[in-house]
């Protein structure tokens, strides 16, 4: 069964330093993508960042970036150069895109980064 | 190019009353789905539609909670009989699906916080 693995509760960072939070999944399916979302104390989820299985290489974008390691499973997001405004919950997500046509993700149980000035 | 949005934000209601959520997705995106939140999970996948069609539906989602999407526009959550259990956060997401099944992204609206007393 598919399963996201978020065993990092709580994390605190430095302003202005990187931070990694870690992320593992178990799934069958050959094809699948997996996806980064942030939630801030507001309540509402914004998309980060996204790793398809068979992309060659790992996804970036702006200060974000994914650790994709297929071998061990694991999808570890890094910010760089945190900022005060970066102290949210931190959710991975999977969706299997192989056999099943759903788009349901499923997510971990989070982390929350908080960023110390 | 507005967002996802959700609508009420909040909701108080007493345990045996109905209530009912509505999402209106981003335009022209052709799915939508809606999650449920705890406090300090992750959420969890409740069902999903395309266009009109409603293709998957959680174990989660019990005889009391329906979901429509007329017209593959907006669409409504119904709770019918409140319970204590539901009181959670009620996440709304659209995509657009492409021939690209791989990389369809979810978009979030602010979500539905409901309290049943």
């Known amino acids: 069964a598919q399963k996201i693995t978020q065993t990092q509760p709580g994390m605190f960072v430095q302003e202005k330093e990187a931070v990694t939070l870690d992320c593992t999944y178990d799934?069958?399916?050959?094809?699948?993508?997996l996806f980064w979302y942030k939630q801030p104390s507001s309540g509402e989820m914004i998309f980060l960042i996204y790793q398809g299985s068979y992309d060659q290489q790992n996804a970036t974008e702006g200060r974000y970036s994914l650790n994709f390691q297929k071998a061990r499973k694991s999808a570890n997001l890094v910010i760089s150069a945190s900022q005060l405004g970066d102290s949210a919950m931190y959710f991975c997500?999977?969706?299997?895109?192989?056999?099943?046509?759903?788009?349901?993700?499923?997510f971990g149980q989070g982390t929350t980064l908080q960023v110390k000035p | 190019d507005t967002g996802v949005s959700q609508d009420p934000r909040h909701k108080i209601t007493k345990r045996g009353q109905n209530v009912t959520f509505r999402c209106d997705p981003i335009?022209?995106?052709?799915?939508l789905y809606w999650y449920r939140q705890t406090l300090g999970q992750g959420p969890e996948f409740l069902t999903y539609f395309q266009n009109e069609a409603q293709l998957e539906k959680s174990r989660l989602l019990s005889d009391r909670f329906s979901a429509e999407r007329p017209k593959g526009s907006f669409s409504t959550l119904e709770i019918q009989r409140t319970e204590q259990g539901d009181s959670a956060m009620y996440l709304c997401a659209s995509s657009l699906l492409t021939g690209g099944r791989d990389r369809e992204t979810q978009y979030f609206g602010p979500g539905t916080r409901l309290l049943v007393l």
């Open positions: 799934t069958s399916d050959p094809s699948y993508g």
């Open positions: 335009s022209e995106h052709n799915r």
């Open positions: 997500a999977m969706r299997e895109t192989g056999s099943s046509n759903t788009g349901k993700l499923i």
